[in-house]
């Protein structure tokens, strides 16, 4: 019978070691999660979704948009086999699919990875529930377990922690051995490496020493072969005083590799050296250390480097947000009235666009007021002109405190302000635009002896024959017109077929 090499009986014994910690781990942590358990989680949440909006389609009355809603989500999702809305006495509300054959093997009120159950409330008692079937997953025994993590992680650190084990292990026995006589051509193949490597014996007394760490000092150091590497004026320098706590003392006392520890020592050119020292114990076939494998890396340069890229990140980052301020800057003084803060007029022009593309890709409301301050001329003739730009300056401030931020308030020229309002439709904004009203004539001019501030507006809504903001600007203004010849200090809708609730698409 063949006997198994000990290399390959340790590589199979840590691929072995390391599947078994991972099983443990997840029997007492659950690391790996149940794929089964997953699903349910996933298509539980999404019923929820859809069962809320669902039920505000369903509260709305709107059952034709509701059934669109459910055919849509199941086209766009295969897997979905039937959906539907079910009242507490059994009766289907609506459907999409076959709903009766799919939830006939369904029994109880907790989710499958097949059915998914969302109970519906009407305050606090039971209305009904929304629910949602899948298509059974036909996978084979193999395919299951191939898709579950646990056996997908443990089928890869057996294969591959084999591999990796086999060759490091491989590798690293061919070095650790102390009987050995070191030749000239694994010297030869040291000074070859960009690290400086170093073995030691027992005593710490170096037996080799490549070329990199000869070259270390920066100057013609003695040769540091059967001396105590800690010895070494040029490193010691860079160590603790005593030396029972020098890495590769520690290394060879207690037999447990050392890695990056990181020292600085001096060079002839004064710059100073950053390095990394690793220490690795050399046993014999007893597990006794017979000495200690050093490798010093010389990472100089790269501090030096990361030093500089860090200092260029800190200014890149300085002048990203100098930038940044500068355009945001630039954005305010191209976009906003100096005056007041509002939007300038090209600047309005453009979001109420947006505002209205918006809202008829929604079908949702939108209304626009136009402002104007009663008897300007009167305040500026009488009052001066630095009183009027105070006064244009507190209302424009007035609008922005009052509104919504969603609102979009422009200063249209002179004493004229507009204000687009999403979401609100007529009435709605003749009732806003009242409040303003009344509070700027409360709030402005106040200070100024024998004035009262008091403005008219006329409020119109976009609609499906007023889909042009030149069209519905023109309907707000022949409403603030009627305000001002009706007495001023009023509000008024504009009285036009076009104004409607909602935008829609033209027919």
Wanted: aromatic share 6%; hydrophobic share 45%; with cysteine.
């Amino acid at each position: 019978m063949t006997r198994i090499r000990p290399t390959l009986q340790i590589t199979l014994a840590l691929a072995f070691l390391s599947c078994a910690v991972l099983i443990v781990a997840n029997l007492l942590f659950g690391v790996f999660s149940d794929p089964d358990a997953q699903t349910i989680r996933v298509r539980s949440a999404v019923g929820e979704s859809v069962a809320a909006q669902a039920a505000v389609l369903l509260q709305r009355g709107n059952v034709r948009a509701l059934e669109l809603t459910l055919a849509a989500m199941r086209k766009q999702n295969p897997s979905i086999r039937s959906m539907a809305m079910r009242r507490a006495d059994g009766a289907l509300v609506v459907q999409s699919g076959d709903h009766g054959e799919a939830w006939k093997d369904f029994d109880g009120e907790a989710s499958s990875v097949t059915h998914v159950f969302v109970p519906l409330l009407s305050g606090t008692e039971r209305w009904g529930s929304f629910e949602m079937s899948y298509f059974p997953q036909q996978h084979t025994l193999m395919r299951r377990a191939l898709a579950h993590p646990l056996w997908v992680t443990l089928l890869f650190v057996a294969s591959m922690g084999t591999i990796v084990y086999w060759a490091y292990l491989r590798r690293a026995l061919v070095h650790l051995d102390p009987t050995a006589v070191i030749p000239e051509r694994v010297q030869l193949a040291f000074d070859v490496m960009t690290e400086g490597v170093v073995v030691l014996d027992r005593e710490g007394r170096v037996l080799l020493a490549n070329s990199t760490f000869r070259a270390l000092p920066g100057e013609a150091a003695i040769d540091p072969v059967g001396k105590p590497l800690s010895a070494l004026p040029w490193l010691a320098a860079g160590l603790p005083s005593e030396p029972t706590e020098h890495p590769w003392s520690r290394t060879i006392k207690d037999g447990t590799p050392i890695m990056g520890r990181a020292i600085e020592i001096e060079t002839s050119d004064a710059r100073g050296k950053r390095l990394t020292v690793n220490c690795a114990p050399i046993a014999d076939t007893r597990g006794v250390v017979r000495g200690c494998l050093v490798t010093i890396g010389d990472l100089t340069e790269l501090h030096l480097a990361n030093a500089r890229l860090s200092e260029a990140l800190a200014e890149l980052s300085a002048s990203r947000d100098q930038i940044y301020r500068k355009s945001i800057e630039l954005e305010r003084l191209a976009t906003r009235d100096t005056l007041t803060g509002c939007l300038t007029r090209r600047a309005f022009f453009e979001r109420i666009a947006q505002a209205k593309e918006e809202a008829r890709r929604n079908g949702t409301s939108l209304s626009c007021l136009l402002l104007d301050i009663d008897r300007f001329k009167y305040v500026n003739d009488t009052f001066g002109h630095a009183v009027g730009d105070r006064i244009i300056q507190e209302v424009g401030s007035q609008l922005i405190a009052s509104l919504r931020a969603a609102d979009i308030v422009g200063r249209y020229g002179g004493d004229e302000f507009l204000v687009g309002m999403p979401g609100c439709d007529l009435d709605q904004a003749v009732a806003i635009a009242q409040k303003l009203s009344d509070t700027i004539e409360k709030q402005c001019g106040v200070g100024v002896p024998g004035l009262r501030v008091t403005v008219s507006i006329g409020v119109a809504a976009f609609g499906a024959r007023s889909a042009d903001v030149a069209e519905i600007l023109d309907e707000a203004d022949k409403a603030l017109y009627a305000a001002k010849s009706a007495g001023r200090n009023r509000v008024l809708p504009a009285i036009s077929p076009s104004s409607s609730s909602r935008i829609a698409d033209p027919a």
